[in-house]
Nanobody, 124 residues
């Protein structure tokens, strides 16, 4: 089992920045590729960003490319999502997730473990 706890969400004005953190515990963190997803009210959960086991490769949704950066610190068992130039359409609950397989990183069903989510609200 892996437990994931997100933090860092909040209310920010458009154009502002936030950094989300996801702390992992349980099985060795470095065994898992990590992803960030988000879900807005009335919408399906959507892929935001993903990072490989070692952090050597990162992937982004087109809607956040150039504004968001995913990173990980395996020594601290933590994955981060730095969000800049935030827009009202970024408002959602953000979830981190862990997977130990090679399934596509952009499918929520590829992930084995999920955090409880953290709310991000961007005001215009």
């Amino acid at each position: 089992q892996v437990q994931l706890v997100e933090s860092g969400g909040g209310l920010v004005q458009a154009g502002g920045s936030l950094r989300l953190s996801c702390a992992a515990s349980g099985r060795p963190f470095s065994n898992y590729a990590m992803g960030w997803f988000r879900q807005a009210p009335g919408k399906e959960r959507e892929f935001v960003a993903a990072i490989t086991w070692t952090g050597g490769r990162t992937y982004y949704a087109d809607s956040v490319k150039g504004r968001f950066t995913i990173s990980r610190d395996n020594a601290k068992n933590t994955v981060y999502l730095q969000m800049t130039n935030l827009k009202p359409e970024d408002t959602a609950v953000y979830y981190c997730a862990a997977r130990s397989n090679s399934s596509p990183y952009y499918y929520p069903t590829s992930y084995d473990y999920w955090g409880q989510g953290t709310q991000v609200t961007v005001s215009s």
